[in-house]
């Protein structure tokens, strides 16, 4: 494309007024409200105020910050041969990874988001919490050990284990606030049942397996030291994430799960999606599940350096109304379509492989869903350094609802050519002490 970007006018102000009445609507349609749901509600509601703060105005900027780190990141010195024992191509995992104290110092992962999630703590602020115990038998008085005790802590920990474990979840986990699920130094499945953040903010996922979560039918369970509820259906996604705020997915592995790998709805924000290995599954990254959800303009999501594998469908991502940067990923399978959306998204992709696969009819990375060209055609759906290969290729659109941005503002991702070297590492880590990761 030309070396001007075209982006939609960020409208902070628009979308306040949306929200406020999105927020309106929903509290007239609900008269009949039980304990639980109300305890939801009010969840919800003071989730919605810090979602609102870490909502940026101008989203161009962190996309030029992250792309700016990206390429300090990898000079050509750096994404050199590969010799180890430690090698970190891109920005996220230079930060960190080559360090052989890693383990003495495993807080300062935290320090190392990047994109729309910069700013996630995770647990930081708090102690090592170990879990000892793979079992998850007790949904209301969680044992302690277990990774569902230190899960619903009020109190931010940062959360490792032990050894190498499969946690089998008998219900849906709820992760309270300000929690890192660290798996670094073990290997780690968690399967059974989704990882719901619900009306929470400042959470790191890292470094573990996940898979084979299936739906389950709720139940009383505990989501906090100070509450529990009756929990309706769960749907069986590897990670659900709802009006949450500072929400980082580091190095997961994740297939077979019963509903999506990971959604993101309900408002949610500053969320990064990085350095993971997708593969096995059909619907992958669900950003916004409704049309009827207009809060989740406030959505800006990044999903960088990850490599969707084998055995993938669709929704790499699908998206709703927000903000995406899709930046330096490795599209090496699909059988319908990489992105997709509806609800007027704004999408940027930047510096990806996609290799489209055999089927004549699946060539397409893009799909607007449900909507005509007279419709999408002003969407800003823009495709930059992106490479192409077995006859891929990115539909894009954009019109009046733009504002150009030209070389002097606008800083370019790296090109799609270094992806297979920026994904090397993608997925869960074997990390070892005493050695760099």
């Known amino acids: 494309m030309a070396a001007g970007l075209l982006i939609r006018s960020p409208l902070p102000v628009v979308l306040f007024c949306v929200l406020a009445a999105a927020v309106a609507a929903a509290a007239a349609a609900a008269p009949n409200v039980t304990s639980d749901e109300e305890y939801w509600a009010a969840r919800a509601e003071a989730a919605r105020a810090s979602n609102l703060a870490a909502y940026v105005s101008d989203p161009v900027a962190a996309m030029n910050r992250f792309n700016a780190e990206t390429l300090r990141a990898t000079t050509r010195r750096s ?5 180890g024992p430690c090698m970190a191509t891109n920005p996220i995992d230079r930060c960190w990874r080559c360090r052989a104290d890693w383990a003495a110092d495993r807080r300062r992962l935290a320090r190392c988001a990047r994109g729309f999630g910069h700013r996630t ?7 090592i919490y170990v879990v000892t115990d793979a079992s998850d038998d007790e949904m209301v ?3 302690k050990g277990t990774l569902r005790y230190g899960a619903i802590q009020d109190r931010p920990l940062w959360i490792v284990f032990s050894r190498d474990m499969v946690v089998r979840l008998r219900q849906e986990l709820i992760v309270n606030h300000n929690k890192t699920i660290d798996g670094r ?14 009306s929470v903010r400042h959470v790191i996922i890292h470094s573990v397996h996940i898979h084979h979560s299936a739906p389950h039918s709720g139940g009383m369970i505990r989501d906090s030291k100070r509450h529990y509820g009756l929990r309706t259906r769960s749907d069986g996604d590897g990670i659900s994430i709802l009006s949450s705020s500072n929400v980082w997915i580091d190095h997961v592995s994740m297939y077979r799960c019963s509903d999506g790998l990971i959604d993101v709805v309900n408002g949610s924000t500053a969320i990064t999606i990085s350095n993971s290995h997708f593969t096995k599954h059909d619907h992958v990254l669900l950003f916004g599940a409704s049309n009827d959800n207009p809060q989740d303009a406030a959505m800006q999501v990044t999903v960088a350096f990850n490599h969707f594998g084998k055995g993938l469908v669709q929704r790499m991502p699908r998206c709703r109304y927000g903000f995406f940067h899709v930046v330096n990923n490795d599209y090496t399978h699909w059988q319908m379509y990489a992105i997709g959306g509806n609800k007027n998204p704004t999408i940027i992709s930047q510096g990806n492989r996609f290799i489209a696969p055999d089927d004549p009819n699946a060539k397409e990375v893009t799909k607007r869903e449900y909507t005509p060209y007279g419709e999408y055609k002003e969407w800003v759906w823009k495709s930059q350094g992106d490479v192409m290969m077995n006859g891929a290729f990115f539909n894009e659109s954009g019109g009046q609802n733009e504002r150009m941005y030209d070389q002097l503002d606008f800083i370019p991702a790296k090109h799609g ?7 090397r590492f993608a997925g869960a880590l074997n990390c070892r002490f005493g050695e760099p990761c």
């Not at 994404?79 to 010799?83: E, T």
């Not at 968690?190 to 990882?195: C, M, T």
């Not at 050519?417 to 994904?423: A, H, K, P, W």
């Open 121 to 127: 703590a995770g647990g930081a602020g708090g102690k």
């Open 417 to 423: 050519s270094y992806v297979g070297q920026l994904t």
């Open 79 to 83: 994404l050199g041969r590969y010799q």
């Open 185 to 198: 130094g073990a290997q780690v499945h968690i399967v059974g049942a989704q990882i719901t953040l619900q």
């Open 141 to 143: 008085i969680p044992r």
